[in-house]
């Protein structure tokens, strides 16, 4: 332990704080994480509908090694806080057609299998996905593990030569135009493309870079973590805890305080509380307008990521045909793009994702029952008439589901909860209910997004999804690791 004197103040105890919380009391420092809400996570929690268990926000979970990484530097056996399950199957795709596909995780189970579904031979799947994973190995390291904003980061060799090989890699051209170069089968490319939400951006739009994210699944694979996505947050909470980490909840951070450039500590309460340094896992719009008080002009300037309308739907009944996660594909997947990021209206045949938890964990619902958790990427809350809206899309979605499953799912619809944008705003203090802060849409995204320390003010940092280098658990795990190896 180093640096003992010195004390770390954390705002927000999403994924991004409670790593920061560890890694930061790993460092020697006095820790307090300040969370507005009564218990943690963030995005990451859980609620129950009666007699089901629900994740609230993400339900997907990739690259363990993140988390488990936060245990082993503290010399602790993560199978003593948190344990998860390899997952041979990676998503089950519905197409409107009538194909079926279960992805299997295994790289070269999918290849084989996908060949005898979709028009694709064995050799052309496997050089395309052979190019993602080098795209992940030339530019995955560098873009999301070091700061993009600090000088040294571009003083090593290794960084320049995978920005020339993600240019040579075509970064100027769009995810699906890559893919439906190489792949001519649209259900496949639209299979690929959906990795394009895996951060809110739209393929037609986001870097062929991002066709990468489609080998980390494959390359690392898929879990379920027992108890839930929620334990995640709180397995990390329980290691800060034992670390000294200290944690205040139901406490409002209402200010970052500074004099001068240098920041002093927040206040709380009306209260100033004084500390060494301040990490922000607070959304960066709000962390600026509402804890700063500066201009957001800047933020506003870049595209929200998309949302999300969720419908939490307690099944009275099971279905052998659904796995753990599954994606019904919309029949026009562009329309529904220019929909969400040209028109920010409810695209009007939407792509559904379902996720089922209780196929792993039957707790999460009664006996032959299933906790359905059935997501629709929609834009960011820009004021439009989400009522009204999602009266259309919930008929829509139970008519697709009812026809892909044929059974009138709406007789089983035994719990009912629905999250749209200003929920997801309201509840974890996201800038327009966005789930992912900015997209990545532009080609220069990576370059675009908020470093994790700040330019303008000494001693603050930034971590979690709306900050470098971006949304997703693994990510806003790593921008913990950039922010608190830049303290010093
Ligand atoms: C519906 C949905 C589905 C998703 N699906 C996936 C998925 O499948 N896989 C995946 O990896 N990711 C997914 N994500 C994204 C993932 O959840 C986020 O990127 C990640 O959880 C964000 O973590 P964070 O560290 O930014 O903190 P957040 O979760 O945003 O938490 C920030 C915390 O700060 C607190 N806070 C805010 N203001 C203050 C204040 N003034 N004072 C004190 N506390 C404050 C909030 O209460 C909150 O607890 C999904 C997100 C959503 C919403």
């Keep these: 332990m180093i640096n003992s004197d010195k004390s770390v103040i954390i705002v927000g105890a999403g994924i991004g704080g409670l790593a920061t919380a560890v890694r930061t009391a790993l460092k020697g420092y006095r820790v307090s994480v300040y969370e507005k809400a009564d218990s943690c996570g963030g995005k990451l929690t859980e609620f129950e509908l009666g007699d089901y268990r629900f994740d609230f926000g993400p339900s997907l979970f990739t690259m363990p090694q993140y988390v488990l990484e936060l245990f082993k530097e503290a010399g602790k056996d993560p199978k003593d806080y948190f344990t998860y399950k390899s997952l041979p199957e990676a998503c089950r795709y519905f197409y409107r057609d009538g194909t079926r596909f279960t992805a299997p995780t295994s790289e070269e189970e999918f290849v084989k299998i996908a060949s005898r579904t979709f028009d694709v031979s064995e050799k052309k799947l496997k050089a395309y996905m052979d190019e993602n994973r080098k795209i992940f190995e030339n530019a995955g390291e560098v873009f999301l593990t070091h700061s993009l904003q600090k000088v040294e980061t571009w003083l090593q060799p290794k960084v320049v030569k995978s920005l020339f090989h993600s240019y040579v890699l075509n970064m100027l051209k769009s ?34 870079i991002l066709n990468s994210i489609s080998s980390l699944e494959h390359e690392y694979g898929t879990y379920f973590p027992v108890g839930g996505m929620a334990h995640i947050a709180k397995s990390i909470e329980n290691l800060a805890k034992e670390l000294g980490v200290i944690f205040y909840y139901n406490k409002t951070v209402e200010r970052i305080k500074y004099v001068g450039n240098t920041v002093q500590g927040i206040e709380v309460d009306g209260k100033a509380i004084l ?112 009522d009204q809206e999602i009266v259309q899309l919930k008929q829509k979605v139970v008519s697709t589901v009812s026809e892909q499953l044929e059974v009138d799912i709406s007789k089983h619809i035994a719990e009912e909860w629905i999250a749209d944008p200003r929920t997801i705003a309201e509840k974890t203090v996201s800038h327009r209910g966005a789930l992912y802060g900015t997209s990545s849409n532009h080609w220069l995204s990576a370059f675009l997004r908020h470093p994790n320390f700040s330019s303008e003010f000494k001693n603050l940092y930034f971590v979690g999804g709306t900050v470098h280098p971006g949304g997703g658990i693994p990510l806003c795990l790593l921008s913990a690791k950039i922010a608190s190896d830049l303290m010093n």
């Excluded at 493309?193 to 951060?199: G, K, Q």
């Excluded at 996660?325 to 009007?348: G, R």
């Design 275 to 386: 500390a060494d340094i301040v990490v922000s896992n607070m959304d960066v719009h709000f962390t600026y307008e509402r804890l700063l008080q500066k201009s957001t002009a800047r933020l506003e300037k870049r595209e929200k990521s998309s949302s999300a309308v969720i419908f939490y739907w307690g099944i009275d009944r099971s279905f052998d045909e659904l796995g753990l996660h599954n994606i019904m594909f919309s029949d026009n997947y562009e329309e529904e793009f220019a929909a969400i990021f040209e028109d920010k209206t409810l695209p009007a045949d939407p792509t559904i994702y379902i996720n089922i938890s209780s196929k792993h964990s039957p707790s999460d619902a009664p006996a032959n029952a299933e906790n359905w958790f059935v997501m629709i990427n929609v834009p960011a809350d820009f004021g439009q008439n989400w």
């Design 175 to 208: 995810m699906h135009q890559v893919t439906s170069k190489r792949i001519s089968d649209p259900r496949l490319v639209q299979l690929f493309d959906r990795y394009a939400t895996y951060n809110g951006s739209s393929p037609y739009k986001a870097s062929s």
